[in-house]
Structures are given as structure tokens and as C-alpha cells.
């Protein structure tokens, strides 16, 4: 196939992760014959030091030459007083705007193995299987004005959240699209009751309902939702949000799982004659508080590679190998510290990674 991957570990665990992730990714490449080549880079806090920005423009045009590419984590403390251009974090915005990265899929599932590790009752998140379906590059995170400024009544902080009529009608898209495939039903978060914003997205979601008859459509307040996703998960199938309110979710729906280390993700472009470009990260970010203590759980970042998998290379077999891999991982008992459950075989990164390993050979 001749394909180049981009891997970019980043900062923190982001390189524990994105280093064990691309053991499972060779051996499923070996195994099935795929002619791909790495190429690796660094952004964020890393690129700060040795270049003095967090994306350079040659690191930004490997990626748009590659099309694909695997993220590890972005954020360093020690950049935290910068000016907003030189953070670390600003990396991963100018990814996902350069890029066209704007549909952002979270899938929330939990798994038998552990569900005594939600802080939730198993009654609860037993079963729950949910897609969240973020908007990515609009919203309060682009928007313009920004800024801090000082007036003659002190500092003020203003972020402005704008959304174009077309940017949520591609992301609905995506998410009626996906609603198909799965339970068809569909509910669109925001906040309409006071956010013009909001109004509109509700509008033109409702707009473009029709166009999809089997797929029930509701919509949710994002306060609502929050507490929903609590007290009734199992009634979510695709969940459909804002940059902002995606971001807030998704974390959330995280701890139905039980750890943020377990969540993947895919950011996607529109499709082209070059293919669709896409993205693919675990949801968590640089954890600075276990670097180096082989304590990073690898699983989402492996996670990742599945949907790396089904969504770039067309491979949904090797993505579900993958996702079967993790599932007889956990069924055997092996954890990671943030997943620990009485009378599990508490493991290190790389021993978790070897039980995947183990499990894909299996």
C-alpha cells in the first residue's frame, strides 16, 4: 500500500503510550502484510524546547502529507505563563484546524471485566455502548474576538463562540450517518434555551432530520445530558455536541468505563480523491504526575489504533482484532493502576502491552 503513518508522541505519557501503541501496530502490519512506513515528530512542550514553537511548519506538512497520524498527549506545566501561541496545547488547536479536523468520534463502552472500576453502580453502565460525535474545529475554541484585555473597569476575558450554519450540518451529517449503522437514535446536546448559538445548531439539526427517516432524533439541554449520562447511560446511543459541551461529555462519559486511560478516539476530515485524513488519540492528556513510572494505561492509545485501522485503512477486521485483544486483556484480569480491581494481576505499560500481544496471538 506504500502508506506513511505520522506518529507524534507529544508530552508526558503521551510517549509511553504512542511507543507501546506502535508495538500493537507493527504486529497487526506484519501480520496482514500492510507496506506502511513511520515517521515520528515533536510537538507541544518538546517542539517548545528544540524549536521554540509547538508545531512547526515542516512537522505540520508531514501530516497533511500523510493524511494519518497517531497523537499521544499535549500539555507541559512548564509552559503554563506562556503567551497563547507558544503553549503547548496550541499545537493540537492549529492540528485540528489545519488539518480540517472536525468531527471528533468518542466511542464510550464499557466492558464486563470492569465494571466494579466505575464509580458507578454495574446496574448502571453495565451494557453502555455510546458515540460521541464532537464538533472539533468551530465554536468557543476558534472563535474570534479572544483575548484579555484592560478596560477602564479592570481585566476581562473574552472567548466568543460562533458556529456557521454549514459547520453544524457537516458534523450532524456525521452523526445521523453513524446513528444508522448502529441503535438509530440520535440526541443533539446544546443549550438553546439561552445561547443564540445554540439555537441555531438546534435549527439546523432539525433541518436536516428528514433526510434520515429511520434515525430518532432528540434533543437535550447540556445540563440535562450531563446529569442523563449519569443516571440513565444505557439510554444514549450516538450523542451529538459542540466543541465545547463535546469536550465536557466526553470526559464525563469517560467514568462510565471507569478510567479515562480506557477512551480512543478518531478526529476526521472531509473525504477527498486523497481519501479522508484523519487523526487518532486517547482521550486522555499528559498525566506529568506518572511519567516514567510504567504506570500509563495503554489501552485507549491501542484503542486508537483500531479506529486508526477501520477508519484510514479500511481494515474493520484488524480493528475488531484489536478491540478483541484489549477485551480478553481485561477478562484475564491484567490491569494498569487506574484500573486496579481486587484479585487482578496488576501490571506496568509494556506488561499490558505484551498481554495484548499475547491476546492478538491467541
Same mark, same amino acid.
Given at each position: 500500500?506504500?502508506?506513511?503513518?505520522?506518529?507524534?508522541?507529544?508530552?508526558?505519557?503521551?510517549?509511553?503510550?504512542?511507543?507501546?501503541?506502535?508495538?500493537?501496530?507493527?504486529?497487526?502490519?506484519?501480520?496482514?502484510?500492510i507496506d506502511v512506513q513511520?515517521?515520528?515528530?515533536?510537538?507541544?512542550?518538546?517542539?517548545?524546547?528544540?524549536?521554540?514553537?509547538?508545531?512547526?511548519?515542516?512537522?505540520?506538512?508531514?501530516?497533511?502529507?500523510?493524511?494519518?497520524?497517531?497523537? @499521544?498527549?499535549?500539555?507541559?506545566?512548564?509552559?503554563?505563563?506562556?503567551?497563547?501561541?507558544? +503553549?503547548? &496545547?496550541?499545537?493540537?488547536?492549529?492540528?485540528?484546524?489545519e488539518l480540517g479536523l472536525?468531527?471528533?468520534?468518542?466511542?464510550?463502552? #464499557?466492558?464486563?471485566?470492569?465494571? &466494579?472500576?466505575?464509580?458507578?453502580?454495574?446496574?448502571?453502565?453495565?451494557?453502555?455502548?455510546?458515540?460521541?460525535?464532537?464538533?472539533?474545529?468551530?465554536?468557543?475554541?476558534? @472563535? &474570534?474576538?479572544?483575548?484579555?484585555?484592560?478596560?477602564?473597569?479592570?481585566?476581562?476575558? %473574552?472567548?466568543?463562540?460562533?458556529?456557521?450554519?454549514?459547520?453544524?450540518? +457537516?458534523?450532524?451529517?456525521?452523526?445521523?450517518?453513524?446513528?444508522?449503522? +448502529?441503535?438509530?437514535?440520535?440526541?443533539?446536546?446544546?443549550?438553546?434555551?439561552?445561547?443564540?448559538?445554540?439555537?441555531?445548531?438546534?435549527?439546523?439539526?432539525?433541518?436536516?432530520?428528514?433526510?434520515?427517516?429511520?434515525?430518532?432524533?432528540?434533543?437535550?439541554?447540556?445540563?440535562?445530558?450531563?446529569?442523563?449520562?449519569?443516571?440513565?447511560?444505557?439510554?444514549?446511543?450516538?450523542?451529538?455536541?459542540?466543541?465545547l459541551f463535546g469536550d465536557?461529555?466526553?470526559?464525563?462519559?469517560?467514568?462510565?468505563? @471507569?478510567?479515562?486511560?480506557?477512551?480512543?478516539?478518531?478526529?476526521?476530515?472531509?473525504?477527498?480523491?486523497?481519501?479522508? %485524513?484523519?487523526?487518532?488519540?486517547?482521550?486522555?492528556?499528559?498525566?506529568?504526575?506518572?511519567? @516514567?513510572?510504567?504506570?500509563?494505561?495503554?489501552?485507549?492509545?491501542?484503542?486508537?489504533?483500531?479506529?486508526?485501522? +477501520?477508519?484510514?485503512?479500511?481494515?474493520?477486521?484488524?480493528?475488531?482484532?484489536?478491540?478483541?485483544?484489549?477485551?480478553? #486483556?481485561?477478562?484475564?484480569?491484567?490491569?494498569?493502576?487506574?484500573?486496579? #480491581?481486587?484479585?487482578?494481576?496488576?501490571?506496568?505499560?509494556?506488561?499490558?502491552?505484551?498481554?495484548?500481544?499475547?491476546?492478538?496471538?491467541?
Amino acid at each position: 500500500m506504500g502508506l506513511t503513518i505520522v506518529a507524534l508522541p507529544g508530552d508526558g505519557v503521551g510517549k509511553e503510550v504512542v511507543s507501546s501503541s506502535l508495538r500493537v501496530f507493527q504486529e497487526c502490519v506484519s501480520k496482514h502484510g500492510i507496506d506502511v512506513q513511520l515517521e515520528e515528530y515533536k510537538i507541544g512542550g518538546q517542539a517548545l524546547e528544540e524549536y521554540g514553537e509547538p508545531l512547526p511548519d515542516f512537522v505540520l506538512e508531514a501530516c497533511k502529507s500523510s493524511r494519518i497520524i497517531l497523537l @499521544g498527549a499535549v500539555g507541559d506545566d512548564r509552559y503554563d505563563n506562556n503567551p497563547p501561541h507558544l +503553549r503547548p &496545547e496550541q499545537a493540537l488547536l492549529r492540528l485540528r484546524k489545519e488539518l480540517g479536523l472536525f468531527a471528533n468520534l468518542r466511542p464510550v463502552r #464499557t466492558n464486563a471485566a470492569l465494571l &466494579e472500576s466505575s464509580p458507578l453502580k454495574a446496574s448502571i453502565v453495565e451494557g453502555v455502548d455510546i458515540l460521541i460525535v464532537r464538533e472539533l474545529t468551530g465554536g468557543i475554541y476558534f @472563535g &474570534e474576538p479572544r483575548g484579555i484585555e484592560t478596560r477602564a473597569e479592570g481585566r476581562v476575558g %473574552i472567548n466568543t463562540e460562533v458556529y456557521f450554519d454549514y459547520e453544524v450540518e +457537516r458534523i450532524a451529517r456525521v452523526a445521523f450517518e453513524a446513528s444508522q449503522g +448502529r441503535r438509530q437514535r440520535l440526541t443533539s446536546v446544546d443549550k438553546a434555551n439561552v445561547l443564540e448559538s445554540s439555537q441555531l445548531w438546534r435549527t439546523v439539526v432539525s433541518e436536516l432530520s428528514p433526510d434520515f427517516p429511520k434515525v430518532a432524533l432528540q434533543h437535550m439541554l447540556v445540563d440535562n445530558c450531563a446529569m442523563q449520562l449519569i443516571a440513565r447511560p444505557k439510554d444514549f446511543d450516538v450523542l451529538l455536541a459542540s466543541n465545547l459541551f463535546g469536550d465536557i461529555l466526553s470526559d464525563e462519559a469517560a467514568m462510565l468505563t @471507569g478510567s479515562i486511560g480506557m477512551l480512543p478516539s478518531a478526529s476526521l476530515g472531509e473525504s477527498s480523491a486523497q481519501g479522508r %485524513i484523519g487523526m487518532y488519540e486517547p482521550v486522555h492528556g499528559t498525566a506529568p504526575d506518572i511519567v @516514567g513510572q510504567e504506570k500509563a494505561n495503554p489501552l485507549a492509545t491501542i484503542a486508537s489504533v483500531a479506529l486508526l485501522f +477501520r477508519y484510514s485503512l479500511g481494515r474493520d477486521d484488524i480493528g475488531r482484532e484489536i478491540e478483541y485483544a484489549i477485551e480478553k #486483556t481485561l477478562e484475564r484480569g491484567y490491569r494498569t493502576p487506574d484500573i486496579a #480491581t481486587e484479585g487482578g494481576h496488576l501490571l506496568g505499560t509494556q506488561e499490558m502491552v505484551d498481554q495484548v500481544l499475547e491476546a492478538l496471538h491467541s
